[in-house]
């Protein structure tokens, strides 16, 4: 018998399965675990862009409570510093407890290097947040505001369009008639003893030649909405720690001047009068009028008693006329606040103010056409006086002295006067707020280190 032949079958490759289904688990292991890896860096950006936002609003939210302190301050408010540390005349707080939700938290440090500024000082606030996430790295944001009066003549000479100097001995500077910022206490008058290099010149306008200062002496800063100030051979812009031959300073020079000039309005209320007298108003009383114009001449006199405001009805032509040797006179204790949407001519002896500050006596231009309204000052006395006619050409012809503060549309000086601002009209007006004049995010090491140094401690 021959033997049976066995057909021998193919071996199977064992394991060959076990092996593939690893590889196939092993790739999803890898694309879930790569997933999970996305989603874990999404969530922590997220959660660092959300620590970064929130940082940033707690940072200005700080500031904010500084800007609210001033102002309640400002408002005689007694309770304005409460919970802050105060030494001298800087300020700091810690505010705590902000919970975001999911363990995140955060707080602010805050401090104002100055709580009581006076005439044209400009305090700075900088607010350090601090927001933390376990897990994540705290994120820290640093602002630095800088705060100003919001009041009309927080410049001394102020356009919206252009200002020209036109004499060949011109000067520009200032003083503070209320250094103290008490109006219960003596004013101070203006002295080459008192003198600051505060002398503001500014203009809103973005055409080139919207200050040309020409011959004219500015011991203080000269601001534009964008072009450089015009300065002739002979005039300079310069201030108290300008190097010795400097021309024009450059740190007194900016060119991102802004500012809010709206038309005032008028009252509606005063007793209505044909004509004014020799005198108007009474002694120690606030009383206020209507009446359509004022045409002084010849040795013509008003005088002011008391606290008087005057509102001139009439709408075109001549509105307040003084000349020859007329004048209108406010004595010492008298103030005299005139509201006017006409043309106004101060000649000869004008407008004759004997209080030491300028602001007791006030001209408003309330005009609103876009023609505008003229405002003349020619003499070679002394004005002590605010000018405020945001839609008024004023013109200054004289060799006088001018103490106080000029708005209008243009400002020209035609003469040779000598322009005294007054810094205590940085807080003219009741309960004067401040507001942003600057701010900026602090990134750079070298701020944030000087800070940090500040902040360090409390």
Request: glycine residues 10%; proline residues 5%; charged residues 15%.
């Amino acid at each position: 018998m021959h033997a049976r032949r066995h057909q021998s079958l193919p071996r199977r490759p064992r394991g060959a399965v076990l092996i593939v289904a690893l590889l196939i688990t092993a790739l999803i292991a890898l694309a879930l675990g790569s997933y999970l890896t996305l989603n874990l860096s999404n969530a922590r950006l997220a959660r660092q862009s959300y620590q970064q936002a929130s940082s940033f609003h707690l940072a200005e939210a700080g500031a904010e409570e500084a800007v609210w302190s001033f102002n309640q301050a400002n408002a005689h408010n007694a309770a304005a510093w409460t919970g802050w540390s105060v030494q001298n005349a800087a300020a700091w707080r810690k505010f705590t407890g902000f919970d975001f939700g999911g363990n995140t938290t955060g707080m602010i440090k805050v401090y104002v290097d100055n709580i009581s500024p006076a005439g044209a000082d400009k305090p700075t606030v900088v607010a350090m947040a601090v927001v933390e996430s376990p897990g994540t790295p705290p994120t820290t944001k640093m602002l630095s505001v800088t705060l100003s009066r919001r009041s009309y003549f927080a410049s001394g000479i102020v356009a919206k369009d252009n200002i020209r100097f036109s004499g060949l001995n011109t000067s520009v500077d200032s003083w503070n008639s209320d250094p103290d910022n008490d109006p219960a206490t003596p004013s101070v008058d203006y002295s080459a003893a008192v003198r600051h290099d505060g002398g503001s010149v500014a203009s809103l306008s973005l055409q080139s030649g919207s200050v040309l200062v020409n011959q004219a002496a500015v011991w203080g800063s000269v601001a534009t909405a964008g072009p450089v100030p015009e300065v002739g051979p002979n005039g300079s812009v310069r201030g108290a720690n300008t190097p010795a031959g400097v021309q024009v300073d450059p740190a007194r020079v900016s060119t991102d001047f802004v500012a809010n000039l709206p038309v005032i309005t008028a009252p509606v209320d005063g007793t209505p009068i044909a004509a004014v007298g020799a005198t108007l108003g009474t002694l120690g009383q606030a009383t206020k009028w209507r009446c359509p114009s004022i045409a002084l001449n010849g040795s013509k006199t008003l005088t002011v008693l008391g606290d008087v405001t005057l509102v001139l009805t009439a709408t075109t032509g001549s509105a307040l006329s003084v000349t020859g040797n007329a004048a209108i006179i406010v004595p010492v204790g008298s103030s005299l606040t005139v509201y006017v949407e006409g043309d106004c001519l101060l000649a000869g002896n004008g407008l004759g103010n004997g209080n030491i500050r300028p602001g007791t006596c006030q001209l408003w231009g309330t005009s609103t056409s876009a023609a505008g309204q003229s405002i003349q000052v020619a003499g070679n006395g002394a004005l002590k006086a605010v000018i405020y006619g945001p839609n008024a050409d004023v013109k200054i012809n004289g060799n006088g002295d001018i103490m106080g503060a000029v708005v209008g549309r243009t400002v020209t000086f035609t003469g040779n006067a000598n322009f005294h601002y007054d810094e205590s009209l940085a807080n003219f007006g009741d309960n004067t707020p401040f507001g942003l004049s600057r701010w900026r995010e602090l990134t750079s090491a070298e701020e944030r280190a000087r800070w940090q140094n500040v902040f360090s401690g409390w």
